[in-house]
C-alpha cells in the first residue's frame, strides 16, 4: 500500500501510516485502476501547449531578430535578445509549472533561476545599470528562502523528502556573495541582507527541526 499524505510504501494490512499516523485504509486498490479519460486529455493538451508555445517561440524569436538587423543602424541596440529570452523563459515556466514530476519546492528553485536570467538579460540589454543584480536577484533569494520554508513547515512529515531542496536553496541564497567578490552589484547591503537571512533561516530550522531532521543532517555531511 502507498501512503497519500507521504507517498511512502507501507507494510498490507496497516490502518495508519507509521510515518504521519494518517489512516490509510483501503487507497491501494486504487493504485490499480486505469488513469480515467479526463487525466489522458489534461495530459494530451498540456503536452500540445507547450510545443504550441516552443513554436511561438521560435516564431517570436526568428521574427523579432530579422526586425532588430534591418532597424540596427536606426536603433544601436540588441532589443531582439530580451524577445527572445522572454519567449523562451514564457515556454520554460509553462514547463515547470505544468510538470507533475517536480513538487511545489522544486517549481520554486526553478522559478528562481529562470526569472534570474531574465532579468539579467534585460539589464545587460538595456546598459547594464547593475538593477538585476543589486536588487532583484537579492530579493528573489529572499523571497525563494521565505518559500521553501514555509513549504517545507507545512509538509512537516516530508521534512525529511524536502533536505536536498533546502540545502540547494542554501546555496542559492549564497549567490549575493558572487555579486560582492566580483563587482557586479551597485551596493552590498542587499546582497548581505539576503545571505544573512539565509543563514538565520537554515540555522533556525536545523534548531527546531525533529531528531529525523538531524540525524539526516548528520548522515549526508558524514557527521
Known amino acids: 500500500m502507498k501512503c497519500k499524505n507521504c507517498h511512502v510504501n507501507i507494510a498490507d494490512g496497516l490502518e495508519k501510516c507509521p510515518l504521519c499516523k494518517k489512516v490509510v485504509g483501503k487507497s491501494d486498490a486504487r493504485l490499480l485502476e486505469y488513469p480515467s479519460y ?3 486529455e489534461d495530459k494530451v493538451s498540456r503536452h500540445i501547449l507547450r510545443k504550441l508555445l ?3 517561440s521560435i516564431v517570436g ?9 534591418f532597424t540596427f543602424s536606426e536603433q544601436p541596440m540588441l532589443w531582439s535578445l530580451i524577445v527572445v529570452v522572454a519567449w ?11 510538470s507533475k514530476q517536480i513538487n511545489a519546492a522544486g517549481k520554486a528553485i526553478d522559478m528562481y533561476g529562470i526569472i534570474s536570467v531574465l532579468m539579467v ?10 538593477w538585476s543584480t543589486t536588487y ?18 507545512t509538509k512537516k512529515s516530508r521534512f525529511i ?3 536536498g531542496y533546502l540545502l540547494t536553496t542554501f546555496f542559492v541564497s549564497l549567490t549575493p556573495l558572487i555579486l560582492i ?3 557586479l552589484s551597485n551596493t552590498i547591503w542587499t546582497s548581505l541582507v539576503s545571505i544573512v537571512y539565509s543563514l538565520l533561516t537554515t540555522v533556525g530550522l536545523i534548531i527546531f527541526s525533529d531528531k529525523d531532521f538531524k540525524a539526516e543532517i548528520k548522515k549526508r555531511f558524514h557527521l
Open 38 to 40: 479526463k487525466e489522458i
Open 61 to 69: 524569436g526568428v521574427v523579432s531578430v530579422f526586425i532588430n538587423i
Open 121 to 130: 538579460v534585460v539589464d545587460s540589454c538595456t546598459g547594464f545599470n547593475k
Open 88 to 98: 523562451f523563459a514564457l515556454w520554460l515556466s509553462v514547463v515547470v509549472l505544468s
Open 54 to 56: 516552443l513554436f511561438l
Open 181 to 183: 567578490i566580483f563587482p
Open 161 to 163: 523528502e524536502y533536505f
Open 136 to 153: 532583484v536577484i537579492p530579493f528573489l533569494s529572499i523571497g525563494l528562502t521565505l518559500l521553501i520554508t514555509i513549504i517545507t513547515i
